[in-house]
């Protein structure tokens, strides 16, 4: 219940228990040259950040791990091109992004309708250990915008910082905190009625 029901209920709280997300971007020229200790260390720096944002477009957690995977390979293949620009995030974002679209329109494309997963059915989200933890995280996925539930995964899930969040989404920190603060209200209004608070 510590992940989001600390988030939820006392609202200005903010957490110590992550560690600041410091990317080198030298990373990348390390892995464009084959160096698999680098590709080890930066997956294992940024997994939970991917899985996070990946999570809030897809809302379903194989669909999400098949699209982190994809990620991972891409970022690797790609790891070549990456200009540094001071932003390591905003890239991955942005390939994370764009596969999880791909994914979508691949869905919507064989299914002819797109629809959420019964997300009761899949209790199987890999960081999320706490049940209560997991119906507040359902909630957020089924009641929040895509904005909204993106902004809070990366505060809740990878520890971000709003201005980070604000960096890596391109997005002003006032917008940030705006759908952060917006996304809470609704969270914490539909947990209320449904009585899990």
């Given at each position: 219940?510590?992940?989001?029901?600390?988030?939820?209920?006392?609202?200005?709280?903010?957490?110590?228990?992550?560690?600041?997300?410091?990317?080198?971007?030298?990373?990348?020229?390390?892995?464009?040259?084959?160096?698999?200790?680098?590709?080890?260390?930066?997956?294992?720096?940024?997994?939970?950040?991917?899985?996070?944002f990946v999570l809030s477009t897809l809302k379903n957690h194989d669909d999400a791990l098949d699209v982190v995977q994809?990620?991972?390979?891409?970022?690797?293949?790609?790891?070549?091109?990456?200009?540094?620009?001071?932003?390591?995030?905003?890239?991955?974002?942005?390939?994370?992004?764009?596969?999880?679209?791909?994914?979508?329109?691949?869905?919507?494309?064989?299914?002819?309708?797109?629809?959420?997963?019964?997300?009761?059915?899949?209790?199987?989200?890999?960081?999320?250990?706490?049940?209560?933890?997991?119906?507040?995280?359902?909630?957020?996925?089924?009641?929040?915008?895509?904005?909204?539930?993106?902004?809070?995964?990366?505060?809740?899930?990878?520890?971000?910082?709003?201005?980070?969040?604000?960096?890596?989404?391109?997005?002003?920190?006032?917008?940030?905190?705006?759908?952060?603060?917006?996304?809470?209200?609704?969270?914490?209004?539909?947990?209320?009625?449904?009585?899990?608070?």
């Amino acid at each position: 219940m510590n992940l989001f029901l600390n988030m939820v209920v006392p609202e200005n709280i903010e957490s110590d228990k992550y560690q600041k997300l410091i990317i080198d971007e030298a990373i990348f020229s390390r892995i464009a040259a084959a160096d698999m200790a680098a590709f080890e260390e930066f997956y294992r720096l940024t997994e939970r950040t991917v899985y996070a944002f990946v999570l809030s477009t897809l809302k379903n957690h194989d669909d999400a791990l098949d699209v982190v995977q994809d990620t991972y390979l891409k970022i690797r293949a790609a790891a070549h091109l990456y200009q540094p620009m001071g932003k390591p995030m905003a890239w991955v974002f942005t390939i994370a992004r764009n596969l999880s679209i791909s994914k979508l329109r691949f869905k919507q494309k064989n299914d002819n309708s797109i629809e959420v997963t019964d997300l009761e059915n899949d209790m199987n989200f890999s960081y999320i250990t706490d049940n209560e933890d997991r119906l507040v995280l359902q909630a957020a996925l089924k009641i929040l915008s895509d904005e909204e539930t993106e902004i809070i995964l990366l505060h809740a899930i990878s520890g971000f910082t709003h201005r980070e969040i604000a960096s890596n989404l391109d997005m002003k920190l006032s917008t940030v905190l705006s759908k952060y603060h917006r996304g809470l209200k609704k969270l914490k209004k539909y947990l209320t009625e449904q009585e899990v608070l």
